[in-house]
């Protein structure tokens, strides 16, 4: 079993930055791909970015350029770098973990909520 801890989220105004962690325990050494998940209301499920244990990044095409994914595999933590936050970036961001023999995330998070607001 494999517990992800997302923090991080808040309120920011357009055009700045937060930064979300999520903190892997458990059996991680099960866990292949880190990826990060944003719902917005009324809004299906998207993914972010992703990350494999070997370091290669996943962006959806909505934030390359602007997200940036990292991953600390001594702390077993995942980040998410965001900067110029819009708007249309509000949802409840959800830190998501899989394991290397599964074609699905494995295990979800609790979520954390962004809000880019003025």
């Known amino acids: 079993q494999v517990h992800v801890v997302e923090s991080g989220g808040g309120l920011v105004q357009p055009g700045g930055s937060l930064r979300l962690s999520c903190a892997a325990s458990?059996?991680?050494?099960?866990?292949?791909?880190m990826g990060w998940y944003r719902q917005a209301p009324g809004k299906q499920r998207e993914e972010v970015a992703s990350i494999t244990s070997g370091g290669r990044p996943y962006y959806a095409d909505s934030v390359k350029g602007r997200f940036t994914i990292s991953r600390d595999n001594v702390k077993n933590t995942v980040y998410l770098q965001m900067n110029s936050l819009k708007p249309e970036d509000t949802a409840t961001y959800y830190c998501?973990?899989?394991?290397?023999?599964?074609?699905?995330?494995?295990?979800w998070g609790q979520g954390t909520q962004v809000t880019v607001s003025s």
């Open positions: 998501a973990a899989r394991k290397s023999t599964s074609p699905t995330y494995d295990y």
């Open positions: 458990g059996s991680i050494f099960s866990i292949n791909v």
